[in-house]
Nanobody, 124 residues
Framework: QVQLVESGGGSVQAGGSLRLSCAAS????????MGWFRQAPGLEREFVSA????????TYADSVKGRFTISRDNAKNTVYLQMNSLKPEDTAVYYC?????????????????WGQGAQVTVSS
């Protein structure tokens, strides 16, 4: 079992920045590929970014490429999502996820464990 706990969500004005953190426990963190997804009200959960167990490669949804950066610190069992130049359309609940693939995928089915979510609200 893997437990994931997100933190760092909040409210920010358009153009601002936030950093989400996801702390993992219960399994060797360095063996896990990690991903971030988000879900806006009335919409399906969508892929945001992923990072391999080695820290590279990383992948991004086109909608966040160049604005968001995923990283991980295996010594702290934590994955991060730095979000810059935030837009109102980035408003969503952001979920951390863990999977076993060498390079984690962009689909929900690629991940076995999920956090409880962190709300991010971007106002115009």
């Amino acid at each position: 079992q893997v437990q994931l706990v997100e933190s760092g969500g909040g409210s920010v004005q358009a153009g601002g920045s936030l950093r989400l953190s996801c702390a993992a426990s219960g399994r060797t963190f360095s063996s896990l590929g990690m991903g971030w997804f988000r879900q806006a009200p009335g919409l399906e959960r969508e892929f945001v970014s992923a990072i391999s167990r080695f820290g590279s490669p990383t992948t991004y949804a086109d909608s966040v490429k160049g604005r968001f950066t995923i990283s991980r610190d295996n010594a702290k069992n934590t994955v991060y999502l730095q979000m810059n130049s935030l837009k109102p359309e980035d408003t969503a609940v952001y979920y951390c996820a863990a999977g076993f693939g060498v390079v984690p995928g962009q689909t929900i089915g690629s991940y076995a464990y999920w956090g409880q979510g962190a709300q991010v609200t971007v106002s115009s």
